[in-house]
């Protein structure tokens, strides 16, 4: 799921579609933005360590 203005921009129409993209070329400051929001998103959860501690909480969940 894409936070909207925050990861990126959600769109339902083609016209939408159209000016998001219009947008992020335009502005550059947003379009870096959201990837560097994206970036920290991933490496906050889906890295090794995030995967191995969130399969290590279920399993203490189960254990209990």
């Given amino acids: 799921v894409v936070p909207h203005n925050k990861a990126g921009l959600l769109f339902s129409t083609q016209e939408e579609?159209?000016?998001?993209v219009i947008t992020l070329a335009t502005n550059t400051?947003?379009?870096q933005a959201f990837g560097e929001y994206?970036?920290?998103?991933?490496?906050?959860?889906?890295?090794?360590?995030?995967?191995?501690?969130?399969?290590?909480?279920?399993?203490?969940?189960?254990?209990k």
């Fill in 17 to 20: 579609l159209a000016q998001s």
């Fill in 29 to 31: 400051t947003m379009a």
């Fill in 38 to 63: 994206g970036k920290k998103h991933v490496q906050a959860n889906f890295t090794w360590e995030a995967s191995i501690k969130k399969l290590l909480n279920l399993y203490e969940e189960f254990g």
